[in-house]
């Protein structure tokens, strides 16, 4: 008699396989963190952001951009851990990622956003629309070649293909497109949107194969109760929750990308562009 009645699964997605391949054991680096945002001038802002403009922008718009200029601010975050040094990035991108299906099922795929902290939100909005409906449509050629690649490696080997991709990718710092593999392919950090699943708070977990030291967990809006001066009003809050990895992300980067991102999300009108 076994201690636990199992079923193999014979059939599991291509990121399935991958999270399978990345995490070994519990053994990381992560620290984590989360932040309470007072949400009505970001709603405000979007209001009359797709008033004006006709784009459907979301509070994952916004928090990936309050990610590119929270990492503008503090340049030391935005780095790669190499031969056990830091090196820093040259450029800040940010990917969200996309829920797609796949044989019927949810499945996970990315979307980066490259000099994000340089570009509009109209272009932002844009691009990201263009490049999720691409991906669902299975119509992004680079990622359906990684795709349809790592479908074909056994789980078996999966933990040891991810270390020698990583180490080729960034130890080595080799560009393998030609392989069919995506430059860089998740960027500066990631932003995954827990709240579009009715989730108030959640970490998610660091990537080693995609040496990314920041990803960002925006949650559920929630209409509560807030003080304001000596009156109790409704308001709307969000929980941020957000996981570095402490090899390169510490304290005082934590507090200052906390700062940069509170005051954009919570003061969008002063912090993004103008809508007059």
């Known amino acids: ?24 054991d519990a053994y990381d680096p992560s620290i984590y963190g989360s932040m309470r945002l007072r949400m009505d001038e970001a709603q405000r802002y979007i209001d009359r952001f ?6 459907k922008l979301t509070v994952t718009h916004l928090v990936a951009k309050a ?7 503090c340049p030391e975050a935005n780095a790669v851990l190499r031969w056990n040094g ?3 990035r040259k450029h800040i991108d940010v990917s969200v990622l996309v829920v797609m299906e796949h044989e019927g099922k949810k499945d996970l795929s990315s979307a980066k956003l490259e000099r994000l902290d340089e570009r509009s939100l109209s272009d932002v909005v844009d ?4 490049r999720a409906a691409k991906i669902r449509a299975r119509q992004d050629k680079a990622l359906e070649g990684t795709r349809q690649s790592m479908r074909g490696v056994p789980g078996l080997f999966m933990n040891g293909l991810l270390k020698v991709l990583s180490f080729l990718l ?4 080799l560009d393998l497109r030609w392989a069919g593999l995506p430059k860089d392919a998740l960027g500066s950090a990631v932003v995954t949107s827990i709240g579009s699943l009715g989730l108030d708070i959640g970490y998610v977990p660091l990537l080693p194969y995609a040496r990314v030291p920041i990803l960002v967990a925006p949650g559920r809006i929630e209409r509560v109760p807030v003080l304001e001066g000596d009156q109790v009003v409704p308001g709307h809050m969000m929980n941020l929750s957000a996981t570095f990895d402490h090899r390169i992300i510490d304290g005082s980067h934590a507090a200052s990308l ?3 991102v509170r005051k954009v999300l919570e003061r969008p009108f002063e912090h993004l562009e103008p809508l007059e």
């Open 1 to 24: 008699m076994p201690n636990v009645e199992l079923s193999h699964r014979q059939r599991v997605s291509p990121f399935r396989k991958i999270a399978i391949g990345t995490w070994q």
């Open 67 to 73: 990610v590119a200029l929270a990492l503008k601010e």
């Open 127 to 130: 691009e990201l629309e263009a």
């Open 170 to 173: 960034y130890t080595l710092n």
């Open 86 to 88: 830091v090196y820093q």
């Open 258 to 260: 906390a700062t940069t």
């Open 50 to 55: 797709r008033e004006k403009t006709g784009r």
